[in-house]
């Protein structure tokens, strides 16, 4: 019998993982950077499975609401593929930076081309796009995100996006350099406005499974009945997660998970098994790497016990 | 039906594939700074694919030897892994490098330790490894390779070697580098012998593809019956070729072909389906960053008329 | 005879040397990023020598006004080192930095304390010192060079410092990364408005030999009787001009010329024999690294034949 | 009275600045990477003056020879410069580097030019110059600078050569990396052994002030009754020791010492007042730039209580 045949009991392998880390030392530390993130309780933990046959399997909190922050990148991403097709990668490259997710340096050598759509300097290119397109950018985005859900419950969380305006500064230099090099059409306080509204999005595990259901699905649709990405896009969409997901640990996570993902400062992860699932890990401790502890432990455990990896 | 189960009529759309890019414009240049590699026929184009069912298919100069070069790095990796466990990535990380794959750059900032195997100076830590742990470095690493191919046809070629090491100011300089941050055991000149020599192996794509099954057939046993690395330790690898085999246009190399692989200045490219097949292309003239221009292009296009990819 | 003994017939060599440049090609181009700047007219050349006896030379278009630009920054720099001594050198370093005026890539590895307060980031750090200082930061440094110059008629033009606003996202992009290392107190767009406005002043060859006085002549006095700087402090500001005041060719000017000068991309440059003169030329077109290629070399010819530098 | 002019006296200057300095906590640390030069009595400190007039004054341990190291940079680019002319200039650049004394990473942006004969990388390329020229390097080298300094017993450590060059893998490294550019001629091994024997010369302070007066006194004659270099080729150097003497402490040198000089980790620095004198200091205990703590600390009061600094 071929591995991709047994049958997996995985309620019962999501509560025994879950409920071993559990008992474990919760390390790391909550991002601080971002004033009202760090308001975030420490102890939440949930995990949501969506399997491609709809069946949903939750675990901990599950339902409960928080900062997606820069899995929204991969978000933006698909929607400006749908939209601009292969232009988009004139003005953003699909390498691995080696490099943190923040960095000016490496733009300089590159005169401008962010090396992936998934660093803050890629994903400040794809807005860009985005708010050229859209009339009303922001109101535009998160109806699209619901169309996604199937749900209307989506929104930003205007508090977090004005606490990381007030903060980040970073994000302003890189926009503006960014522009220096012309790979920006917009007023950088127009894009960032846009991008920080983005990263402020919150939904739970469950709605993120859901939400991401497209990269695992090739039959998905959204509530209009149209489909997000063709077969071709999806998978270059998976592979980019796999090579670029994870900033300066995107070796490690492919290493260890062996699935395509993104996380989020916020302390969500996304996983995908092409054709199979999606599995969503939120706790909001982060490791030194900027990607939560006990999602990347989870993570890494369910591939272990399931032997399912794409590897 | 699932796609996994499709059938596949693989010899058509070899010949298909192959006869289409030999009626395009070979695009590219032979690598000219090792000499000896210089003098190679800019026309060889040659593929061969092996099942996990031990189905072989090949095509044009498939059985013809050529210098494998950096291809020897997934090989000398995995019998390090093989002897000394999780134990090596004290010594070498798993993360892209976002540089060329000879640059001294991050491993200033990397304090000595190269960011992944597959760069030269992952490879001469890994190569230092093995220096220090066999009796006789060059001739047990090749009897090692002839258990894994099940062939003792397989060979160093002297004049490769020399040639490399007569220009190899580069490289003479990578592992002088290293050995001062004490990432090297051994002495410069020794690892540095030994590694030009791993690099100068010759093999033909079908002996490739032979001795790559370890990575796509988990039952897999060398002529001594042993099996080479576990079922996680696999995978493991695989999932390093995935982000970082193609040097800097790994995450290009993902986007297009979407399977884990290795290439080699010598216009060979390993590529693995873990569970499948493995298929293995040669072609000498190389694209600018340095992989095989046709060797991709055959593979980009074998993934996509296959439909079959690991996203 | 001590060669600083020698009487030098200063007005003949000034003549001889405007006369054999100006028949020889203008090479360079005029600066462009800046569309105001880019209007100028690239056949102006003017020198001014004056000397601590006060005999004042004057050649060529030597009372023309033009835009001193990164001149400004010895003028900042002066200011902030009356006001503040050597605390200042607690956010700014004294090196040269071996990068171009407006990079980022130091500042990181640096952590946001730039190397000199002659590149564009260290100018910012001054910049903020100041308007935390003043109270009307504009006015009062205005009437402060007003004071070192001996004239009112030393004004901003506020079409070049809108024009530099206008495109000077780099510049955006440097002083939002100094802010996000905690260096600058002040809001980026105040520390902003005030160093595009310094940039702007305009000055004639004659004006900037007087406003320079100081750093030539230790008992040189304000219009109110007041010194600038300490003897100690003069020397030390000569020194900087010496190592970092033409960007990354500092190097090549003191090997060249000899002596501690600063030039701007208005084309302008002042050089300083300290206890004997102050000489300013100015002549638009710029070479590579962005100093003004007449200008470079006029002052090479004239230390060569009067046989005088520092060293 | 011209400050010039006035009458010093240096005799009771030096000894109370010694005597001050030698109350005072003897700070930093011996270089230890080098394993013969970590053997040295930290306490020895000296200091010789020597003017145009020949008047010479000492103190301290001013007769003790003692590894010269990087102050012999000086003596190559010299003799370099009176036999090749120009044409140096074409394989090294006199621009401060803004990094470590050892640093790749500039190289590789470079391509392989050193910024400047002070750094190992272009000591190196003067070196290969050197060994292309001398028909016996090592013999000729010595000659000539038993020339310079008027005394036969000048020599080579081979004891410091022999063990530099045991540890000297990042020199190595660093000229197979210039070889690798194609900047140096000659085997690297030959232009290593070479380099390590003209850093290994001992000399006292009072021979270093000696052999460094053809850089203060435009009259000096070696042995043969020739001059070393032109007026402007003193000129040149010295300009080169004001930017680039302290490695990544040059400007700080400059600010504080205002003259130029040059150091070397076995402690020493010679310091130039053209046309005026030369001072050497030596104290092995070295500052975390890798420059003598003492000897910085004597040059700035000397400069300070004379009131004698080019600027």
Chains 1, 2, 3, 4 share one sequence.
Request: aromatic share 12%; glycine share 6%.
């Amino acid at each position: 019998m071929k591995p991709e045949e047994k049958i997996i009991d995985y309620k019962s392998i999501l509560d025994n993982i879950y409920s071993s880390i559990s008992q474990e030392e919760n390390k790391g530390a909550i991002a601080t950077y971002i004033p009202e993130l760090a308001k975030i309780e420490s102890a939440n933990f949930g995990v949501c499975l969506l399997t491609r046959k709809n069946e949903e399997f939750g675990v901990g909190n599950w339902q409960v609401k928080f900062s997606i922050q820069s899995i929204s990148k991969v978000l933006s991403l698909s929607l400006a593929y749908q939209i601009f097709g292969d232009k988009i990668w004139e003005r953003v490259d699909v390498e691995p930076s080696g490099t943190p997710f923040n960095s000016l340096v490496q733009l300089e050598s590159d005169h401008g081309i962010p090396r992936n759509p998934f660093m803050n300097s890629g994903a400040m290119v794809i807005c860009d796009m985005l708010v050229s397109y859209y009339k009303n950018p922001k109101e535009d985005f998160l109806s699209a995100i619901r169309e996604l859900c199937h749900s209307s419950e989506i929104n930003y969380s205007e508090t977090v996006a004005k606490s990381e305006a007030s903060v980040g500064y970073r994000n302003k230099a890189l926009c503006n350099f960014i522009k220096s090099f012309g790979n920006i059409e917009n007023e950088p306080e127009e894009v960032l406005d846009f991008y920080f509204h983005i990263c402020s999005i919150e939904m739970s595990c469950q709605e993120l499974s859901r939400v991401f259901m497209f990269l695992a699905n090739p039959n998905f649709t959204t509530t209009k009945g149209t489909k997000v990405l063709s077969l071709s896009q999806t998978k270059r969409v998976n592979a980019i997660m796999q090579t670029c997901g994870f900033y300066d640990e995107s070796g490690e996570f492919s290493f260890r998970v062996g699935l395509p993902g993104k996380s989020g400062v916020g302390g969500g992860i996304v996983a995908i098994y092409p054709e199979k699932y999606c599995i969503t890990a939120w706790s909001p401790k982060l490791n030194e790497k900027g990607n939560s502890y006990r999602g990347m432990k989870f993570l890494e455990e369910f591939t272990t016990k399931t032997e399912q990896s794409i590897f």
